[in-house]
């Protein structure tokens, strides 16, 4: 794999991968606990890009 997946991704600073803070949704993340690398982005708009035909 050329691409790992450290390169999409990296572990939200705000709540460290929790997902939450107080039991509210981290804002920084959405809820998802990792926040997107610009690889990432780039690789999530890609796809987008030809899923939503
Ligand atoms: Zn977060």
């Keep these: 794999m050329v691409i790992a997946t450290d390169d999409l991704e990296v572990a939200c600073p705000h709540c460290e991968r929790?997902?939450?803070?107080?039991?509210?949704?981290?804002?920084?993340?959405?809820?998802?606990?990792?926040i997107l690398t610009a690889q990432?982005?780039?690789?999530?708009?890609?796809?987008q890009k030809h899923l939503n035909k």
């Design 18 to 34: 929790a997902g939450e803070i107080e039991g509210k949704p981290c804002p920084a993340c959405s809820g998802k606990g990792v």
């Design 40 to 47: 990432g982005n780039t690789l999530l708009d890609f796809i």
